[in-house]
Nanobody, 129 residues
């Protein structure tokens, strides 16, 4: 059974940094594509960053150059380092995974919500001025 558990959220001031973590279990971690999404109150879920099984990454424009996605395959953990946080970064942050078929590796670039198989429950990030 797949489990994704996010942690590391909190309340910070604009300009500060946070690192989110997502601990994963129940699938072949290093074969997967993993991403971070966020959802602000009253808005849809926004895909922020993806890291593929080969370690290559892609970011949405709103977080490019401020956020860094990374993964530790040995410890089955996904990270999101968030620098220069802005008030508009306030949201619930979710990790999500694309699990490929057995024996295959994930190479998608998609940040579309419907392409993801499993989701964590989220961790809240609040940025104040």
């Amino acid at each position: 059974q797949v489990h994704l558990v996010e942690s590391g959220g909190g309340s910070v001031l604009a300009g500060e940094s946070l690192t989110l973590s997502c601990e994963a279990s129940g699938y072949t971690f290093d074969a997967s594509c993993m991403s971070w999404f966020r959802q602000a109150p009253g808005e849809g879920r926004e895909g922020l960053a993806i890291i593929r099984s080969d370690g290559r990454t892609r970011y949405t424009d709103s977080v490019k150059d401020r956020f860094t996605i990374s993964r530790d395959n040995a410890n089955r953990t996904l990270f999101l380092r968030m620098n220069s946080l802005k008030v508009e970064d306030t949201a619930m942050y979710y990790c999500a995974v694309v699990v490929p078929d057995d024996g295959l590796y994930c190479y998608t670039w998609s940040l579309a919500e419907h392409d993801y198989h499993y989701w964590g429950r989220g961790t809240q990030v609040t940025v104040s001025s």
